[in-house]
């Protein structure tokens, strides 16, 4: 039995991506309710508890139906259809799954936020006798709606890869990128390192899946050229059209195979859709992919998202378009400043030499000094437009990250605040395990010391 027949990469890195976001987002809602509500921390981990059980439940039986009907609904060239139809799913969700898995190192600092806010609103928003009921509903709500869903994206990206994949290969991976999953969220939960740091991991998974996915487009393409979706397909070579006589031949030494003497091409065609006999159609198929991933990664980059959400993305974007704009205004200024001393001394001349077009000149100079002052004036105002865009994003972050959020306005004495210093009411009971507010104005500085955890495990450490 082959290495691809009872452990699959792809189900491997599917499992490990969802369970890091899932513990990842698991960990920030602990540390938000140790800051506000540490007695609902058991809900917490009841809340994932119940999300996994049901994922386990909700994937069983979404496998044993999934498999049930590729093996007795579809035979022969509809199955071949069915195969390549699903391989190419596989390439837009995996493709997908890649490009989060570059976003998913700001993951942290995303739910933070969101997280931080929603637990500042509950604490301030119940002032009913049942309060502390109510909250604990919400705690076990929220860990159990963000495992769960992990859970399902689990089984419905399996399931775009399901037709190349036995379903033995399934459970082994799975348990590894679960295990491997936990590890990393758990090392990151005690050591108190950012998920940040990790950006090199998340690069190299990113390009890993990018191959995965090249690879379906190569398995789906044959398995579509098999039933005759590009042309009538041929038994014989000698009668294969253009797009289904193969371009090489390499079966003589890295045949792909399971009988080839060499294990290691077999694995490479299951797992990056290595072909020995490559024909022009799935040559051009997968060049169009690459080409494809290329432009839409550099487009990413090109407005900033792709490392970032849309919504993170538009925020940084506002910032650099004014560094830009301020930078561009500096520019401007310069050159004003070398044709205000060109005509300077070109009127200086004139005059010198009494020519008749000497007070021509001196306007001209006139005009270039007012020209500067406009040109001065317009870097002064753009530099102070950057650096308060700059201050107000660096405040709203260091205000969300300490639990407070600048949208609620200074005049809401009312609500209770997660970072301010004032002791957390809950239904008449008072918990006092609040972040000092100087947090509120160092937060940013020891976030770049570790990352968020390591900042939020100094402040526990100082209260």
């Not at 963000?146 to 991976?173: D, H, K, N, W």
Request: hydrophobic letters at 55%.
């Amino acid at each position: 039995m082959a290495f691809q027949d009872y452990f699959s990469i792809v189900a491997f890195f599917i499992f490990l991506r969802e369970t890091l976001e899932a513990a990842v987002i698991i960990a920030v809602l602990l540390q938000v309710m140790n800051r506000t509500m540490p007695r609902l921390k058991r809900q917490v981990w009841f809340g994932a508890a119940a999300g996994i059980g049901v994922s386990i439940i909700f994937g069983a039986i979404f496998a044993g139906i999934f498999y049930a009907a590729k093996t007795l609904l579809f035979q022969g060239t509809a199955k071949a259809i069915f195969q390549g139809v699903i391989s190419y799913v596989a390439v837009i969700l995996i493709s997908y799954l890649a490009f989060a898995m570059l976003r998913f190192a700001n993951v942290e600092e995303k739910y933070a936020k969101k997280l931080s806010v929603a637990a500042k609103n509950a604490a301030a928003n119940s002032t009913n006798p049942d309060g502390a009921r109510s909250k604990g509903y919400s705690a076990f709500v929220l860990a159990f709606t963000a495992v769960l869903r992990e859970g399902i994206e689990a089984v419905i990206f399996l399931a775009g890869v399901g037709s190349q994949t036995g379903i033995a290969s399934i459970p082994l991976a799975a348990l590894a990128g679960l295990v491997v999953g936990l590890a990393v969220g758990l090392a990151i939960y005690y050591s108190g390192r950012a998920i940040k740091d990790l950006k090199i991991f998340f690069v190299i998974s990113t390009i890993i899946l990018f191959f995965i996915a090249a690879g379906q487009v190569s398995l789906g393409t044959q398995m579509l050229s098999l039933a005759g979706a590009f042309g009538p397909y041929a038994i014989w070579q000698d009668q294969l059209t253009w797009q289904y006589y193969p371009v090489a031949d390499l079966t003589h030494c890295c045949g792909d195979e399971l009988t080839a003497p060499n294990k290691f091409f077999p694995l490479a065609h299951a797992v990056v859709g290595y072909q020995a006999k490559p024909t022009p159609i799935i040559l051009i198929l997968y060049c169009t992919y690459w080409a494809v991933v290329t432009a839409v990664a550099f487009y990413k980059w090109r407005n900033g998202s792709l490392f970032y959400s849309n919504a993170e993305a538009k925020r940084k974007r506002t910032a650099l378009n004014l560094d830009r704009a301020a930078a561009a205004a500096a520019r401007r200024a310069k050159a004003a400043e070398r044709k205000l001393a060109r005509t300077e001394a070109a009127a200086e001349k004139a005059r010198a030499a009494g020519a008749p077009d000497a007070a021509t000149k001196a306007d001209a100079a006139a005009a270039a000094r007012g020209a500067l002052e406009a040109a001065r004036a317009e870097a002064d105002a753009a530099r102070a437009a950057h650096a308060e865009e700059v201050a107000r994003l660096n405040a709203e972050d260091a205000a969300l990250m300490a639990g407070e959020s600048t949208s609620e306005g200074s005049g809401d004495d009312a609500a209770v605040a997660v970072a301010g210093g004032k002791d957390v009411e809950m239904a008449g009971v008072k918990d006092a395990e609040v972040t000092p507010a100087g947090d509120a104005v160092t937060g940013d500085q020891e976030a770049k010391k570790g990352g968020w955890f390591a900042a939020k495990l100094r402040a526990a450490r100082r209260g």
